[in-house]
């Protein structure tokens, strides 16, 4: 059974340029979550998709966004970078009903801002 | 917000030895998970614990809600174990603790 899977898994970008990470859950997961991580600033939740509608969302500005494709796929998409965005991005997926007992996540994207 | 942090901060381990990681919350939760970071990156689902006791190898996890703590417990320790090891409280979304970055040595 396939894991979560995020593309890409590193990627540099210059600032005030745009980014979008793709995220591919498990097989009959619904649910999906991002959360970002930094040394400073640890796991931070991002937002949460489920059924191609956004149902949780963090304390991130606007340029964070996201949303979740019929199939569960989801995409975030981070516009105007800054320096500050340079982090691991993690996302999670769950079966509906099971959130309770974790989510799984994938390896992540190392986005690089510079 | 529920706040949770985590102790101690850096742990090096000798293989073979034992630990205990704590994480504590400042406010009731009604679930409670432990995670291990990979060198990679990825978090590993170890314990879903909202109360009482799990084992799972040479793991093994305990929380007392009305306290507001939960120990992970480490033995026998291995290279393998290496990486940071988070708790978390939430539903759809997960509150972080501040982790506990274990080193074990060969």
């Known amino acids: 059974k396939a894991g979560v899977t995020q593309t890409p898994r590193y990627l540099i970008k210059t600032r005030g340029q745009q980014v979008t990470l793709s995220c591919s859950p498990i097989?009959?997961?619904?649910?999906v979550s991002w959360y970002q991580q930094t040394p400073g600033q640890g796991l931070q939740f991002l937002f949460e998709?489920?059924?191609?509608?956004?149902?949780n969302k963090g304390n991130f500005p606007g340029r964070f966004s996201g949303r979740q494709f019929s199939n569960s796929r989801s995409e975030m998409n981070v516009s105007t970078l800054e320096l500050g965005d340079s982090a691991l991005y993690l996302c999670?997926?769950?079966?509906?009903?099971?959130?309770?007992?974790?989510?799984?996540f994938g390896s992540g994207t190392r986005l690089t801002v510079v | 917000g529920i706040q949770v942090e985590q102790s101690p901060p850096d742990l090096i381990l000798q293989e073979g030895a034992n630990s205990t990681l704590r994480c504590n919350f400042s406010?009731?939760?009604?679930?409670l998970q432990w995670f291990h970071q990979n060198p990679w990156g990825q978090l590993i689902n170890l314990f879903y614990?909202?109360?009482g006791t799990k084992q799972n190898g040479r793991l093994s996890a305990t929380t007392v809600a009305t306290e507001r703590y939960s120990l992970l417990y480490i033995s026998s320790s291995q290279t393998t174990d290496s990486g940071v090891y988070f708790c978390?409280?939430?539903?759809?979304?997960?509150?972080f603790g501040t982790g506990t970055r274990l080193k074990v040595l060969a």
């Open positions: 999670a997926s769950s079966f509906p009903g099971t959130e309770k007992n974790g989510y799984t």
């Open positions: 097989s009959g997961h619904r649910s």
């Open positions: 998709y489920f059924s191609e509608t956004q149902r």
């Open positions: 406010d009731s939760v009604n679930n």
């Open positions: 614990i909202p109360s």
């Open positions: 978390a409280t939430g539903t759809y979304k997960y509150i």
